[in-house]
């Protein structure tokens, strides 16, 4: 059903398991099959079926054949099953959702009769080009969750929602595929030949595990499972092993997306997360309502009606979907051992603290049956109890956290006008992920070179040790320096060197400031990164956090 080679080749087409003959390639001559769908080349192949380029020779479009394979074509049970739920999948219509046309038996032959979508699946993408920006993330889910609410309300639910059955069409649309044929696997015969479509380990919901009854809200959790993966590169729960995949979200809580990659924004972490959650009645209660928090999530793409498709190309996130993230944010080819070695810098320490924490414990129960023993703990106690009093007397043991003095200022010296934005500024301290910042639109990412660059200044209420500065931004490919200063000068020269700088960024980022010390705090943009929705170029962000 997609219709997209890595290298552009075509395999060649293998035996047709209905036909047991090779199809001719396109425009060779062969009897169509169901009386009027002539097959042009083989596209994918699946534990359930074959998909084929075909030709409507009736209605001359072309369409894609989804061929049973011939163990479950001869199971009479699943057959019928597979068209009854076939029927009730083409009543979908939705511009989200990838239409079916029609079913047809032709002797050995089982199939059904789809829309042809030219593109690529979201399983190809995040293969070839790792994780995606938060606003693609928030753009893809919000029209998966459309396409979801809609069959949701039609009686249906989808049971295997996946990066393979998620399309994105070179026309800018984002298509879910496979509507019912889940449902239709659970009356196989042998479900162990077809237990991929029944559901994909990697994405099951809990009740699927736990094999208990499902509704929307099980789509609701493989769909956050997807969101996870499109933002960090990776799915919470992937052992290797399927069984104990599968298992694993009954009984592991998995890695915050922040704790894999932490420029991803706070709010899209939260909706995603509570899709998540392990309780059906924790998370978001429909498909609406995930698509309603996306949105909220990032403000960026607010304007973007799912229902509309015509609205979908004018925002054209999509278009995004093609460019290679920066080369750190790729999967490196080690993958999960890479992943693994992230996840052991803290889990191993974790793991020591609960071990050590146990041992004490182990030895205070002893201690404590003891003379010696009880003796001992009065007196660490009647010590803890002085240490508690007196802390607060000492003033060098205080942590000093910079407290901002106001809203940030705007830093535009000459040849600029000296206001950029001035009117959202408050937004980027508010804790409000909802509002942003938004600097001029530029005809160029390089300032349409009218000038080096622009920035924001954060003043402190007193000179601080500043060690990290948070960035939630929309823009994707923007470069920016950070510069720690007394007082504020007229122009960039006298912020002297930069404490922390980087390039190519996607989304928020960390600043590391390596604890410089000073009462304002400069975030410079060199880059304005890739033109937004309307072609312009400008900065948005959503939020700044110091912290020392």
């Not at 009386?35 to 534990?47: C, D, E, H, K, M």
């Not at 694993?248 to 932490?262: D, F, G, S, V």
């Not at 999967?331 to 889990?347: C, D, M, Y």
């Not at 020269?493 to 960390?510: F, K, L, R, Y």
């Amino acid at each position: 059903m997609v219709d997209r080679y890595g290298d552009g080749a075509v395999p060649e087409p293998p035996p047709n398991p209905a036909q047991g003959s090779t199809p001719p390639g396109p425009g060779a001559a062969s009897p169509p099959i169901g009386g009027r769908y002539r097959l042009v080349r083989l596209i994918a192949r699946g534990g359930m079926a074959e998909v084929w380029e075909g030709l409507d020779e009736v209605l001359a479009r072309p369409v894609a054949v989804k061929v049973l394979l011939p163990h479950l074509a001869r199971d009479a049970a699943f057959v019928e099953r597979f068209k009854r739920e076939a029927v009730a999948a083409a009543r979908l219509s939705h511009p989200h959702i990838v239409a079916l046309f029609d079913t047809f038996s032709d002797g050995a032959t089982e199939a059904i009769v789809m829309e042809l979508v030219r593109g690529t699946t979201l399983r190809a993408h995040l293969d070839q080009h790792g994780p995606m920006t938060p606003a693609q993330v928030v753009t893809v889910g919000a029209q998966v969750a459309d396409a979801l609410a809609h069959a949701h309300r039609s009686g249906l639910v989808h049971r295997d929602v996946k990066p393979g059955n998620i399309l994105l069409s070179d026309d800018g649309r984002v298509l879910v595929a496979d509507f019912g044929i889940a449902k239709a696997a659970e009356a196989a015969s042998d479900l162990t030949e077809v237990g991929e479509v029944v559901g994909t380990a990697k994405y099951l919901s809990p009740e699927q595990v736990e094999g208990t009854p499902l509704d929307a809200r099980s789509d609701v959790y493989s769909l956050g499972i997807v969101l996870y993966e499109a933002l960090c590169g990776r799915a919470p729960f992937d052992s290797g092993n399927q069984t104990t995949t599968a298992l694993a979200r009954l009984t592991t809580t998995p890695l915050t997306p922040r704790q894999i990659k932490p420029g991803i924004p706070r709010g899209l972490e939260e909706v995603v997360l509570k899709a998540m959650a392990r309780q059906p009645d924790d998370r978001h209660p429909s498909a609406t309502a995930l698509r309603e928090a996306l949105l909220a999530a990032n403000p960026g793409v607010h304007d973007l009606h799912m229902g509309d498709a015509t609205s979908t190309s004018a925002l054209d996130h999509t278009r995004e979907i093609g460019r290679a993230a920066p080369r750190e944010q790729h999967t490196p080819p080690a993958g999960v051992a890479a992943f693994a070695n992230r996840e052991r810098s803290w889990i191993v320490p974790a793991f020591l603290i609960v071990v050590v924490a146990g041992t004490v414990g182990l030895i205070g129960a002893l201690l404590g049956r003891t003379e010696v023993g009880r003796d001992l703990f009065d007196a660490v106690r009647s010590g803890a109890s002085d240490d508690a009093t007196g802390a607060a007397d000492d003033p060098d043991d205080a942590v000093d956290s910079p407290t901002i003095a106001g809203p940030p200022t705007s830093f535009d010296p000459p040849p600029g006008g000296g206001e950029e934005g001035d009117s959202g500024l408050p937004a980027l301290v508010d804790a409000d992920p909802g509002t942003a910042w938004e600097s001029e639109g530029y005809r160029s990412r390089r300032f349409g070179g009218l000038k080096e660059g622009v920035g924001v200044v954060t003043t402190l209420a007193e000179r601080s040790r500043v060690e990290t500065l948070e960035v939630d931004a929309a823009t994707v490919g923007w470069s920016a320096s950070v510069y720690v200063a007394d007082e504020v000068p007229t122009d960039l020269a006298g912020w002297g060197e930069p404490v922390a700088q980087a390039q190519g960024i996607d989304g928020g980022t960390s600043f590391d400031l390596g604890g410089a010390e000073g009462t304002h705090v400069l975030l410079w943009f060199t880059d304005l990164g890739e033109a937004n929705r309307t072609g312009a170029f400008r900065m948005e962000v959503a939020e700044l956090r110091l912290s020392g």
